[in-house]
């Protein structure tokens, strides 16, 4: 690459930048159904074809919005997981979804373009969905690693029968190896765990949950417990 190119690239590179900043001050300040190209362009001083270079329409940065939020929370979980790798299992769950509520507090327009309400008229790209699973893989693969490991999962309820086909369902596209129990179980907990987080940044848990840090660790424990995570509960 050239000297010519290469400043270009690192121009391309700042300028996006730039741009992701002011839209995400956007979000903050009204919302992502107000996010506008042109209002990011004028408090950029750039004129509006001069963004549409960078990003065609608006759902274009939506979209590139949404996958830095989806990679910076998985990043976040990811780091928290490394940091207790040789933990037992359930200690790596806590980890997980401690780091994801911390994001959430963190980031909450972010963590509310990602998990709030749709965006009216935005439909996401496949482009999403990769980033979008980082969490939810942490947690299989804790979860195999606890079925695979010494003493196996927890026995869990038995699926009631009108679910069986569903639950396989789930199994084989999440996690083939675990048993059908397990997965739902998993895509229950993962629900579950971004409710607690939703309850707590949209203010449902004000006049209800005090120590919330606490409330939630225990919240997390039984969400372990009940995808079959031994000594997911914490001890009296």
């Given at each position: 690459?050239?000297?010519?190119?290469?400043?270009r690239?690192?121009?391309?590179?700042?300028?996006?930048?730039?741009?992701?900043?002011?839209?995400?001050?956007?979000l903050?300040?009204?919302?992502a159904?107000?996010?506008?190209?042109?209002?990011?362009?004028?408090?950029?001083?750039?004129?509006?074809?001069?963004?549409y270079?960078?990003?065609?329409?608006r759902?274009?940065?939506?979209?590139?919005?949404?996958?830095?939020?989806?990679?910076?929370l998985?990043?976040?979980?990811?780091?928290?997981?490394?940091?207790?790798?040789?933990?037992?299992?359930?200690?790596?769950?806590?980890?997980?979804?401690?780091?994801?509520r911390?994001w959430?507090?963190?980031?909450?327009?972010?963590?509310a373009?990602?998990?709030?309400?749709?965006?009216?008229?935005?439909?996401a790209p496949?482009?999403?969905?990769?980033?979008?699973?980082?969490?939810?893989?942490?947690?299989?693969?804790?979860?195999?690693?606890?079925?695979?490991?010494?003493?196996g999962l927890?026995?869990?309820?038995?699926?009631?029968?009108?679910?069986?086909?569903e639950?396989?369902?789930?199994?084989?596209?999440?996690a083939p190896?675990?048993?059908?129990p397990?997965?739902?179980?998993?895509?229950a907990?993962?629900?579950?765990?971004f409710?607690?987080?939703?309850?707590?940044?949209?203010?449902?848990?004000?006049?209800?949950v005090?120590?919330?840090?606490?409330?939630?660790?225990?919240?997390?424990?039984?969400l372990?417990?009940?995808?079959?995570?031994?000594?997911?509960?914490?001890?009296?």
């Amino acid at each position: 690459m050239s000297t010519a190119q290469g400043a270009r690239a690192r121009a391309r590179i700042e300028v996006t930048a730039a741009i992701k900043d002011e839209a995400r001050r956007q979000l903050a300040a009204e919302g992502a159904a107000k996010l506008s190209l042109r209002a990011v362009a004028r408090e950029l001083g750039m004129v509006s074809s001069a963004l549409y270079r960078y990003f065609p329409s608006r759902d274009d940065l939506l979209t590139a919005l949404i996958i830095d939020a989806y990679d910076s929370l998985g990043e976040s979980a990811e780091r928290a997981h490394e940091a207790v790798a040789r933990a037992a299992p359930q200690e790596r769950w806590v980890a997980v979804c401690e780091a994801v509520r911390r994001w959430a507090l963190g980031h909450p327009h972010e963590y509310a373009l990602i998990y709030g309400s749709p965006v009216p008229g935005y439909t996401a790209p496949q482009t999403t969905v990769p980033p979008a699973a980082r969490v939810g893989l942490l947690l299989i693969g804790i979860v195999r690693d606890a079925h695979d490991g010494p003493g196996g999962l927890e026995e869990l309820p038995a699926v009631p029968e009108d679910l069986h086909a569903e639950a396989d369902r789930i199994a084989a596209d999440l996690a083939p190896d675990l048993p059908a129990p397990a997965a739902a179980a998993l895509v229950a907990a993962w629900a579950q765990l971004f409710g607690l987080v939703g309850f707590e940044l949209f203010g449902q848990f004000n006049r209800v949950v005090e120590e919330r840090e606490p409330f939630f660790r225990h919240a997390v424990r039984q969400l372990g417990r009940g995808v079959g995570l031994r000594g997911a509960a914490a001890r009296p």
